[in-house]
């Protein structure tokens, strides 16, 4: 279990994370909302053990986590590869950097299970989709089997259809891998659909922690109730438009 307790991340001189608890169950998807600058992305770096919190702890079943207990799928998905380097080299180093042997059988049924033509692992970054960048990072983030893999807002590179295939995908391999899943998004549609737990962020500090069913079907806080009624009334908008 993934354990977030009391942990306040300091940047630029200020506390940009206070006192932050949560958890997160193994095989299981937190989904952490929030506005731009509310700390979600200095969380998922405190997680990964990227920054020293001031105060407070990350533990996965009480320990640290180790180096490699933990991947990362980034939001641009192009920049997460180094553009000189075949897209095979980049999805291997996981393994590399664990000392453990290529494995073309994991990749090859990863690869199926992305939807991912084997063939693109040969090419460079700029030579493929945004699409498929996305789901090589995320072939990358599971190569090594890490047991939690952090998500900052995957899918907001791609467009709406991809962002659904995508999404789908990701759940059925966790559904089979069985990995903790914790997602940053600003798509309150995805959270409804794929999280058990939701956190909401503002301002460095969690306005709210919920099972995701409960939040979306009566937010507690003022702008937990904010940000579901504004999903709510854009999806209104977007039925009307599709009418
Ligand atoms: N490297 C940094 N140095 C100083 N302040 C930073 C740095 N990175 C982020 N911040 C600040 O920390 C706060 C949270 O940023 P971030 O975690 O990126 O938010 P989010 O991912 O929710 O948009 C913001 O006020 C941001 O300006
Ligand atoms: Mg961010």
Known sequence: MLKVDRLTVHRGGRAVLQDISLTLQPGRTLAVLGES???K???VAAVLGLLRPERGSVTWNGAPIARGGSALVMQEPRAAFNPRLSLRRSVLEPLRAKGLPDDPKRIARLCDGLELDPACLDRRP???SVGQAQRLGVLRALLAAPPLI???????ALDAMTQKHTARLISALQREEGFAALIVTH???Y???????????RAGVIEEAAE???FF???QSAYGQRLVGAAVSLGALERRAAA
């Open 212 to 214: 995701a069913t409960a």
């Open 126 to 128: 700029y030579q493929v």
């Open 187 to 189: 798509d309150l549609g």
């Open 37 to 39: 600058g509310a700390g």
């Open 217 to 219: 079907g009566a937010p």
């Open 41 to 43: 992305s200095t969380l």
């Open 150 to 156: 952090l998500f900052d807002e995957p899918l907001s």
């Open 191 to 201: 959270a409804a659909a794929h999280a058990d737990t939701v956190a909401v962020l």
